[in-house]
Antibody, heavy 115, light 107 residues
Framework: EVQLLESGGDLVQPGGSLRLSCAAS????????MSWVRQAPGKGLEWVSI????????YYADSVKGRFTISRDNSKNTLYLQMNSLRAEDTGIYYC????????WGQGTLVTVSS | DIQMTQSPSSLSASVGDRVTITCRAS??????LGWYQQKPGKAPKRLIY???SFQSGVPSRFSGSGSGTEFTLTISSLQPEDFATYYC?????????FGQGTKLEIK
């Protein structure tokens, strides 16, 4: 059974940093693309980033480019999202997902950016 | 960036009704589209991939169709557990983009 467990969400001040983690199990992690998606309170889904297995290519939404970095540790079956220069509009639930086609999702972790 | 225009934004229907949700892409995306269902307080769940392929375990009353710029999700006979918000996602080119969502409510 595929399981994705996000962690690391917290309350952080504007301009601060946070690193999210996503522990994966139930599938061969190192041959799958992995993605992050977020959802602001009461709003729709927003695609954030993907880390491709082929070539380790990374792609980002314009809204986070230059501030967020996606990475993975295949030895730990874990995906990360390093978030710097956080803004109020980054507040929301962050989901990790298996594959570029978002086949399976974790339950999410809440990030709140507020002073 | 590819814009996904989803309609309607909300829909009231009754158990047993047939409903259709539409997504239009601002440019052709072949069949690089998925449909997702989200219930309050829960993570989204994929229903359809490649525009018309069924995700394993999804009831057969859900179906998807379309290619290029116009796509539809149809629920043939609404069940009580189907009342949720539905999203389309294009994964043809970066950045990937979601539709705005359709909230399906009980009439």
């Amino acid at each position: 059974e595929v399981q994705l467990l996000e962690s690391g969400g917290d309350l952080v001040q504007p301009g601060g940093s946070l690193r999210l983690s996503c522990a994966a199990s139930g599938f061969t992690f190192n041959i799958n693309d992995m993605s992050w998606v977020r959802q602001a309170p009461g709003k729709g889904l927003e695609w954030v980033s993907i880390l491709s297995v082929k070539g380790g290519n990374t792609y980002y939404a314009d809204s986070v480019k230059g501030r967020f970095t996606i990475s993975r540790d295949n030895s730990k079956n874990t995906l990360y999202l390093q978030m710097n220069s956080l803004r109020a509009e980054d507040t929301g639930i962050y989901y990790c997902s298996k594959g570029g086609w978002l086949e399976y999702w974790g339950q999410g972790t809440l990030v709140t950016v507020s002073s | 960036d590819i814009q996904m225009t989803q309609s309607p934004s909300s829909l009231s229907a009754s158990v047993g009704d047939r409903v259709t949700i539409t997504c239009r892409a601002s440019q052709g995306i072949r069949n690089d589209l998925g449909w997702y269902q989200q219930k309050p307080g829960k993570a989204p769940k994929r229903l359809i991939y490649a525009a018309s392929s069924f995700q394993s375990g999804v009831p057969s009353r859900f179906s998807g169709s379309g290619s290029g710029t116009e796509f539809t999700l149809t629920i043939s006979s609404l069940q009580p557990e189907d009342f949720a918000t539905y999203y389309c996602l294009q994964h043809n080119s970066f950045p990937y983009t979601f539709g705005q969502g359709t909230k399906l409510e009980i009439k």
